[in-house]
């Protein structure tokens, strides 16, 4: 695979767009726009080291053999599992703080405009 890391931001975008239009979540516009930027801001900004790691891990296991396009998908979303995770430690690892910024922006409950949606 040429570019690993712009596949993997590839299926963040999957990813994401399935979540947001899933039927079996009762979103409003505003929800939806809410999770969207909520989604945009505290997951995929950092160095994405946990997902990647998990794809790789992937290609180890299949000892050199070439992954197929959905091995790779299964892997990429697998990846943004941990990397959502990690993001929903870091929010409250901010609140619990009290912390004023991460990744050189405002945390995320300290944005205001976003409280209202």
Request: hydrophobic residues 40%.
């Amino acid at each position: 695979m040429t570019d690993l890391k712009s596949k993997f931001l590839e299926v963040y975008s999957v990813l994401k767009s399935e979540l947001l239009h899933d039927s079996a979540f009762e979103f409003t516009d505003d929800s939806r726009q809410w999770v969207d930027r909520m989604l945009d801001y505290n997951v995929p900004g950092g160095k994405l080291n946990r997902g990647l790691s998990v794809i790789d891990s992937y290609k180890l296991l299949k000892e050199g053999k070439e992954l197929t396009d959905d091995e790779v998908f299964l892997a990429c979303a697998l990846g943004w599992c941990i990397e959502w995770l990690q993001a929903y430690f870091l929010v409250l690892d901010d609140i619990m703080d009290s912390s004023h910024t991460r990744r050189g922006q405002p945390c995320w409950f300290r944005k205001r405009r976003y409280a209202s949606l």
